[in-house]
């Protein structure tokens, strides 16, 4: 299977006029990484830029579809497993339309990863690197604490495991890197590899915000950036489920 | 709310401009119906309509949906609304991108449509009215048998109750009518409301087949269409759910 990360504006060999040809299926963008490691923060600082661009965007979040389409998925292995490949369902559907998916979930297991790489079109893998005492020092939810109390069980890092990521497309730093500074490496990562402009402007404003050095890191904007995190249009409007993704 | 049947394309009010403009969202047109009534052959017939128009369409199917987004979900009353919540949440999303969105789902309780009158944007109910005892006569999955024999529980029309729509938006009679002449009524019924056009050429072929009167009734093009029923991408790439909806 052709890499992944090429396909950004995906490409097809066009074997009559001999050279690529613009797909019009969006990619999908899979931040996996531990719970409070700056998965949604990233991707919704990217969902801004890309909307931003006139694309059409969708960022799908992990909590958001435990509750959509996951409700009754516990988080034994086979669970979390089914979790992944509806997510992925739904990401291929919204893909093949042209819209580019932005998908936030934990995502533990090689296995799932592996499932993903060959079942979601267009499918690159961001590693949103970041160590179990970060994540558990900022606990933007209170989650670690509970799981530490064992109030909650099956807690990825606590009580169940997070196979770290071997063949990422794109590895980020959330701990000595800024939200900005992050964004700029995944635009530049995939344009570099892609020989295609992502196209001026706004990687020019990305740019500039790294440059400036805005230094949001993780726990603050995560507060900062409650409001905009329903993304998804939520059908059911209902409320999250407790805990959410883990 | 206003009336779904005026947003085909859908259309918002336009305050400043004292007119009304064109919405970039789709369209949701539901098909609810009995197993057998002809609800997945003429949203394929529909599909493949505005497909050539050029128009980004999705069909949904009840069936396919089971198995990728609803495995573990039975057939009592909360289990089948879950499952309808479910479709409802991904054409939600799928809509807000601009594509049409066509749903083949049984959809028995009249509780569960006035859900999607309230949930879904742009929705169009559809209903497709045939007799349960010619369902039965068609039996093309063999399905009203094994429901006889008490083979499946809970089926739509024997054991489980298919509750008649009151307020569906367009009614479409698969017995005395063929496939040609129910997608020409929807088309129109929709235009005629809407006072917009659903554009020249291929409303002029429904109309030619139509007039040509291929009689492709329910049974026989049931089992000619076969082979376009994956219509939607099914990323985890399984088998059906023995039964599928019911």
């Excluded at 090429?6 to 097809?12: D, H, L, S």
């Excluded at 923060?41 to 799908?60: D, I, N, W």
């Excluded at 020019?204 to 995560?222: H, M, S, W």
Aim: with cysteine; hydrophobic share 35%; net charge positive.
């Amino acid at each position: 299977m052709q890499r992944s990360l090429f396909q950004w504006p995906r490409r097809t060999w066009d074997q009559q006029g001999g050279k690529y040809m613009e797909s019009s299926c969006g990619s999908v963008l899979w931040f996996t990484g531990l719970s409070g490691s700056g998965k949604t923060t990233t991707a919704q600082h990217l969902y801004k830029l890309l909307k931003a661009e006139g694309r059409s965007v969708e960022l799908l979040d992990g909590d958001e579809l435990r509750t959509a389409i996951c409700r009754g998925l516990g988080f034994s292995r086979e669970d979390r497993l089914e979790n992944i490949r509806r997510i992925a369902y739904v990401a291929n559907l919204l893909s093949k339309h042209g819209v580019t998916v932005l998908v936030s979930a934990i995502t533990p297991y090689r296995e799932m990863r592996e499932y993903l790489r060959k079942h979601v079109a267009g499918y690159v893998e961001i590693y949103v690197k970041c160590p179990l005492s970060v994540c558990e020092a900022r606990d933007v939810k209170g989650l670690y604490a509970k799981a530490r109390r064992q109030e909650i069980r099956m807690f990825t890092g606590i009580s169940d495991s997070y196979e770290e990521p071997e063949q990422a497309d794109i590895v980020i730093d959330t701990v000595h890197q800024t939200v900005q500074d992050n964004v700029l490496h995944i635009t530049e990562k995939i344009n570099d590899i892609n020989h295609l402009a992502f196209s001026g402007g706004k990687l020019g404003l990305a740019r500039e915000q790294a440059a400036v050095g805005k230094a949001d890191k993780i726990g603050k904007t995560d507060k900062a950036d409650k409001g905009t995190r329903g993304a998804t249009g939520s059908a059911a409007g209902v409320g999250r489920l407790p805990g959410g993704d883990r």
